[in-house]
């Protein structure tokens, strides 16, 4: 059975820096395509981060730079390590797994999790 679990959201003033985390099954693991989404309220779901097998990395423009996807192989997990936050980060951020990168970060199929709360606020 395919099971995502996404952590580490929370509050943080603009600037700071949160690290979440996606702890998938072995049967997800580590055979497919993995990326960060994200959703804010009345906006539609963009994709922010995407690691392959080979452990090629792809952003959005909007996080270059501040933003670093990685993955822990023994630890069937992956990470978003994220800098700099901005109030424009607020979101809800969802970890998702498809064998194919571009059916993943194109059209947004696969497996997904429940999802972890990020907000930016002073």
């Known amino acids: 059975q395919v099971q995502l679990v996404e952590s580490g959201g929370g509050s943080v003033q603009p600037g700071g820096s949160l690290r979440l985390s996606c702890a998938t099954s072995?049967?997800?693991?580590?055979?497919?395509?993995m990326a960060w989404f994200r959703q804010a309220p009345g906006k539609e779901r963009e994709g922010v981060a995407i690691?392959?097998?080979?452990?090629?990395?792809g952003y959005a423009d909007s996080v270059k730079g501040r933003f670093t996807i990685s993955k822990d192989n023994a630890k069937n997990t992956i990470y978003l390590q994220m800098n700099s936050l901005k109030p424009d980060d607020t979101a809800r951020y969802y970890c998702g797994a498809n064998p194919s990168p571009q059916r993943l970060w194109q059209a947004g199929l696969g497996y997904w999790g429940q999802g972890t709360q990020v907000t930016v606020s002073s």
């Open positions: 072995s049967a997800t693991y580590p055979n497919k395509c």
């Open positions: 690691i392959d097998d080979y452990g090629t990395t």
